[in-house]
T-cell receptor, first 118, second 111 residues
Framework: DAGVTQSPTHLIKTRGQQVTLRCSPKSGHDTVSWYQQALGQGPQFIFQYYEEEERQRGNFPDRFSGHQFPNYSSELNVNALLLGDSALYLC?????????????????FGPGTRLTVL | EDQVTQSPEALRLQEGESSSLNCSYTVSGLRGLFWYRQDPGKGPEFLFTLYSAGEEKEKERLKATLTKKESFLHITAPKPEDSATYLCAVQATSGTYKYIFGTGTRLKVLA
């Protein structure tokens, strides 16, 4: 059973460029969340997608946008990159309405995409 | 404001030396508290979910407990392979789906 997968593994961009990161959720999961993790910090919530809609957003500017596809996979887009956007970007999936009991919101993380902005 | 504080920031143990990591939280209402293990450059690996005060979960050398204000991750007779950063996160009941993470405890177990 494949877990959460993310691509690419590493990415180097320059200031002002745009980037797209991709995530495939764990089999049986329908909800995808994105997090940004700076070095030495805990992950910070960017947004969550459910039923192809952004369900909740954290304190990130509009330069950060996303999309969820009918197969539940998701993309994170960042425009006008800044040096401060350099971080590990994590995707997490959860069972959502496809699970029963109390485990519906347990989030399972992918390996992350390391973004470096020069 | 909902927040999570983990202590200590870093911990060095000798192999076999048991200890505990602390996660203190302030949240309007707790839906769940989650523990993760993270190796350098990797994504967090799910360990436990705790939902209510008094609940305990165990996995190998790890045991997680929960009170109304904090959670502890007890590590019994640790081995060098337990070296990692341990992250705690909470999810509030106030109509929110996001996890709020602490900054983690970096654990180093020496052989």
């Amino acid at each position: 059973d494949a877990g959460v997968t993310q691509s690419p593994t590493h990415l180097i961009k320059t200031r002002g460029q745009q980037v797209t990161l991709r995530c495939s959720p764990k089999s049986g999961h329908d909800t995808v969340s994105w997090y940004q993790q700076a070095l030495g910090q805990g992950p910070q919530f960017i947004f969550q997608y459910y039923e192809e809609e952004e369900r909740q957003r954290g304190n990130f500017p509009d330069r950060f946008s996303g999309h969820q596809f009918p197969n539940y996979s998701s993309e994170l887009n960042v425009n006008a990159l800044l040096l401060g956007d350099s971080a590990l970007y994590l995707c997490a999936s959860s069972p959502g309405r496809l699970a029963g009991g109390t485990s519906y919101n347990e989030q399972f993380f992918g390996p992350g995409t390391r973004l470096t902005v020069l | 404001e909902d927040q999570v504080t983990q202590s200590p920031e870093a911990l060095r143990l000798q192999e076999g030396e048991s200890s505990s990591l602390n996660c203190s939280y302030t949240v309007s209402g707790l839906r769940g508290l989650f523990w993760y293990r993270q190796d350098p450059g990797k994504g967090p690996e799910f360990l436990f979910t705790l939902y209510s005060a008094g609940e305990e979960k165990e996995k190998e050398r790890l045991k997680a407990t929960l009170t109304k204000k904090e959670s502890f991750l007890h590590i019994t007779a640790p081995k060098p392979e337990d070296s990692a950063t341990y992250l705690c996160a909470v999810q509030a009941t106030s109509g929110t789906y996001k996890y709020i993470f602490g900054t983690g405890t970096r654990l180093k177990v020496l052989a």
